[in-house]
């Protein structure tokens, strides 16, 4: 693993979906869908074992990536009071160990959530800003495009991350370093051993 580095598994800045972070939640869903579509079209085309991207990066007025929206933020902004719950200081440091099944009752019949079902869903889309409800990307969820990729699965590891963005010398973020094509590697490096 020390071999490869990080640059040669990335996802280019240039071929990664991103958004405005004004743009609303209804843009941000639409153009991840795209870009899904699309890329399982290329993949069954070129026959290749490719993932859709699951995520989108968010750019400032600048072009400067932000933040980025997994479809798990897409779920949280849909119901507001993810964001209450969320932040509470006492249920941050029980969500590191897990919740039981009627904790998580407990809070859905609390919270009300999602209690007005699918119906409100369009407003909720097209009203909710990219800004409000982007991620952003801490200290620990960048890496090196020199980076060995053994450095980037030990932060992958450690920070429990699906992706890490990748800087350039200059600290410029380049691309993004996905999980899934870390995984895909070191599967196909088991796959070969001679067992």
């Known amino acids: 693993m020390k071999r490869l580095k990080v640059k040669d598994l990335m996802i280019p800045l240039g071929e990664y979906t991103t958004v405005s972070e004004n743009a609303t939640l209804y843009e941000a869903v639409r153009v991840l869908r795209e870009v899904q579509k699309k890329y399982l079209e290329q993949a069954k085309a070129s026959r290749e074992v490719r993932y859709p991207h699951r995520a989108v990066l968010v750019l400032d007025s600048q072009g400067r990536v932000v933040g980025k929206i997994s479809q798990l933020d897409v779920l949280r902004a849909l119901e507001p009071q993810y964001a209450r719950i969320m932040t509470s200081p006492s249920l941050g440091r029980l969500a590191a160990s ?98």
């Open 98 to 195: 897990g919740f039981s099944a009627e904790f998580l009752e407990d809070l859905i019949e609390r919270y009300g959530l999602f209690s007005s079902g699918l119906k409100d869903l369009c407003q909720k889309a097209a009203e909710r800003r990219v800004r409000d409800f982007m991620y952003t990307p801490q200290e620990g969820e960048y890496v090196r495009d020199e980076d060995t990729l053994d450095r980037a699965v030990h932060k992958l590891v450690m920070g429990q991350h699906q992706s890490l963005l990748v800087l350039d010398r200059s600290g410029e973020i380049v691309g993004i370093l996905r999980l899934v094509d870390v995984f895909e590697v070191i599967a196909s490096a088991i796959e070969a051993c001679p067992i």
